[in-house]
């Protein structure tokens, strides 16, 4: 069992009261979800801080996927951010979260373990996969992972990795969920512009201008390779940006805000 790192940090530990802080986001973001619906996402955007920060953002991705329906297993696609020394690393120890473990998909870790090295260790303190699982355990109880962090996020890596996950998902129904957050500690004007920049080239699903972007501007956008992979491996016909916000908007200083962003692609 791969246990919780960032528990009473980023979000409660206990059940109800990380139940409420969720219903909590829907309700100051896009509301409560309604009645599952027969829509498909392909993959979803949304950022990983803790709850106060960016939690009403994400609720827009998860209410999507609330309406959307059940795929056999998400990859929960998240950056490295503590350089655990692995290009890019699988777990298929069950992550631990207040509702209940999050069980794993083993027909999908299965076919990846040939190329994606399965190692627990390197997702021991990483919060960037964790910080999504309550969201997704709320609206879909059932729901099967697979974790993967990217150590190496460039874009010969990404392609790589989106083309492990075409070929070991071939003929199987899974949607991949990427992790990141957006520009970190610049002022808010500053924020404003280079997300809203960032997020037209994830709508256009422009992998080639999303990395020209972050390299000329020097972005720390840290989930950049993630959304790239989802891009890649999934090849939706289409993306939405649903919400671009920062920190500033929980009330903290808006001289070094932390940019969010959430997005679907179907």
Not at 44 to 55: D, L, M, Q
Not at 192 to 218: I, K, P
Request: proline share 7%; with cysteine; hydrophobic share 40%.
């Amino acid at each position: 069992m791969r246990m919780p790192a960032a528990a009473n940090r980023f979000y409660s530990a206990d059940e109800e009261e990380v139940r409420s802080d969720i219903e909590a986001c829907f309700r100051s973001g896009p509301g409560l979800p309604g009645v599952r619906g027969d829509s498909k996402l392909k993959a979803v955007v949304v950022p990983h801080a803790g709850y106060i920060f960016s939690g009403a953002c994400a609720a827009y991705a998860f209410k999507e996927m609330a309406g959307s329906h059940r795929p056999e297993a998400y990859i929960v696609i998240g950056p490295d951010h503590y350089g655990n020394g692995y290009a890019v690393s699988m777990c298929t120890e069950e992550y631990w979260t207040p509702f209940g473990p999050c069980e794993t998909a083993w027909e999908v870790a299965s076919a990846l373990a040939k190329d994606i090295p399965d190692v627990p260790a390197a997702h021991a303190r990483e919060h960037s996969i964790e910080v999504e699982l309550p969201f997704l355990k709320y609206v879909d109880p059932d729901a099967r992972i697979v974790p993967i962090i990217m150590g190496d996020q460039r874009r010969p890596a990404a392609e790589r990795l989106a083309s492990v996950i075409r070929e070991a998902t071939e003929g199987m129904d899974v949607m991949v969920i990427a992790s990141s957050d957006l520009v970190h500690y610049v002022p808010k004007p500053y924020a404003d512009e280079m997300d809203a920049r960032f997020l037209e080239t994830v709508e256009r699903m422009d992998v080639g201008a999303m990395y020209s972007l972050v390299r000329s501007e020097r972005l720390t956008v840290c989930g950049y390779g993630p959304i790239a992979v989802a891009a890649m491996a999934t090849s939706p016909d289409r993306c939405r940006i649903l919400c671009q916000t920062d920190s500033s908007a929980a009330g903290y200083d808006s001289e070094s805000v932390v940019g969010y962003g959430s997005a679907i692609m179907f």
